[in-house]
C-alpha cells in the first residue's frame, strides 16, 4: 500500500474543543496518518439537533484547525438538510480518493460501543478502518479498558471486534480499510456539554477549547441559555 492513510473525524463540534484537537493529533502521531479531515455534521440522526447553526459551528471548526496543516475542513456535511449517514460520507470519500487509499475513521470509545445502532453500520469496514480512542487507562464510560468492555457489548459488534482487530497501526498502511485499531491518550475531562454549561453560567471556557473559538462564543452569544 504506497499511499498514506488518511484519518476522518466527525462531529457535531458544538463547539469543536482540546478533547477533539487532542485526539486527532495523537492518532496522526501513532497511526503515521498523512491527513485528519474534520467534517461538521449538518443533522445528526442519532442526537438532537445541535445547539449552534450549521455555519456557526463551521466557522468554529475552520478557527480551530488554524495553524495545523494537517487537519483539514471538509465542508460536505455541513450543507446538507437531511441526516448525514457515516457511510454515505465515506462512500463520497471512497469514491474522490480511490479504492487503495486507506482512510481511517476515528472515534472514541464509546462511540465505538454502539457502532452496531449506526445505520448500515457493517458497511463501514468495507470503506474504512475504525480506529478506537482509549482515553487514559479506560475508554468506555464506565471506566473499563475496550477491550473488556467490548465483553458485555452487541453480540454482532463483539464478533467484529475480535475478528478484525489489528496488532498495531501498521495493518491502517497494509490495506485500504477494514481493519480496527485500540490507541491510546491522555485523558482530558473536557466536553462540549461541559463548555456550554459553562458558558451558560457565565463561567471561563478559556484552556478548555481554542482562544479564537472561545472569542468567537463570545461575540456571537453562543450557549447563553442553560443545557
Known amino acids: ?49 445541535p445547539h449552534a447553526a450549521a455555519q456557526h459551528r463551521l466557522n468554529m471548526t475552520r478557527l480551530a484547525l488554524q495553524g495545523n496543516p494537517a487537519f483539514v475542513l471538509d465542508e460536505r456535511e455541513i450543507r446538507r438538510t437531511d441526516p448525514c449517514y457515516t457511510v454515505d460520507t465515506l462512500t463520497a470519500l471512497r469514491a ?38 482509549q482515553r487514559g487507562v479506560c475508554s468506555s464510560h464506565d471506566g473499563r479498558p475496550l477491550g473488556n468492555a467490548i465483553n458485555g457489548a452487541n453480540a454482532a459488534l463483539r464478533d467484529a471486534y475480535h475478528a478484525r482487530l489489528a496488532p498495531s497501526p501498521r495493518a491502517l498502511h497494509e490495506s485500504p480499510a477494514g481493519a480496527i485499531v485500540v490507541v491510546d491518550m491522555p485523558a482530558l475531562e473536557i466536553s462540549a456539554t461541559g463548555i456550554r454549561r459553562r458558558c451558560a453560567e457565565k463561567k471561563s471556557i478559556r484552556y478548555l477549547l481554542p482562544d479564537a473559538v472561545a472569542d468567537y462564543i463570545r461575540s456571537n452569544h453562543f450557549y447563553t441559555q442553560p443545557c
Open 1 to 49: 500500500m504506497s499511499s498514506t492513510p488518511i484519518g476522518i473525524l466527525g462531529g457535531t463540534f458544538d463547539p469543536i474543543h482540546y478533547g477533539h484537537l487532542r485526539l486527532a493529533q495523537e492518532v496522526l502521531e501513532q497511526c503515521s496518518l498523512s491527513a485528519i479531515r474534520f467534517i461538521p455534521c449538518g443533522t445528526p440522526p442519532h442526537r438532537s439537533a
Open 96 to 133: 474522490e480518493l480511490g479504492a487503495q487509499r486507506p482512510l481511517c475513521l476515528l472515534m472514541g470509545g464509546d462511540a465505538f460501543l454502539s457502532l452496531h445502532t449506526w445505520h448500515e453500520w457493517e458497511k463501514l469496514f468495507g470503506l474504512a478502518h475504525i480506529v478506537a480512542v
